[in-house]
């Protein structure tokens, strides 16, 4: 499995963005794909996932502001991302996880190479 991201960029505070992350593999409508973020200085953390049947778990500081979907027919899966905030500002990086898409790091087998997010207040 080879993950994509793109779509990053910068974008005022309020704003909205969508990144994208192309998943590639004679596998991968199996998996789980989760979006996770890493800000400068900080931990990568879970954002949002979505199983191969279109379950959606979110992390509670983005619930209501973030939309995680996917088009299995396109293999795609894109992170809706409305209301940013300066605190918003990371890489985004989407990730393939098999059998389960969770909060976990340690679920996902795959990763994409990330794309930056910049949000200004």
């Known amino acids: 499995v080879q993950l994509q991201a793109s779509g990053g960029g910068l974008v005022q505070a309020g704003g909205s963005l969508r990144v994208s992350c192309a998943a590639s593999?004679?596998?991968?409508?199996?998996?789980?794909i989760g979006w996770f973020r890493q800000a400068p200085g900080k931990e990568r953390e879970f954002v949002a996932a979505?199983?191969?049947?279109?379950?959606?778990t979110y992390v509670d500081f983005v619930k209501g502001r973030f939309d995680i979907s996917r088009d299995n027919a396109k293999n795609m899966v894109y992170l809706q991302m409305n209301s940013l905030e300066p605190e918003d500002t990371a890489v985004y990086y989407c990730?393939?996880?098999?059998?389960?898409?969770?909060?976990?790091?340690?679920?996902?087998?795959?990763w994409g190479q990330g794309t930056l997010v910049t949000v200004s207040s």
């Open positions: 593999g004679p596998t991968v409508k199996s998996y789980g």
């Open positions: 979505i199983t191969w049947s279109g379950g959606r």
């Open positions: 990730a393939a996880g098999y059998p389960r898409a969770t909060m976990k790091q340690s679920d996902y087998q795959y």
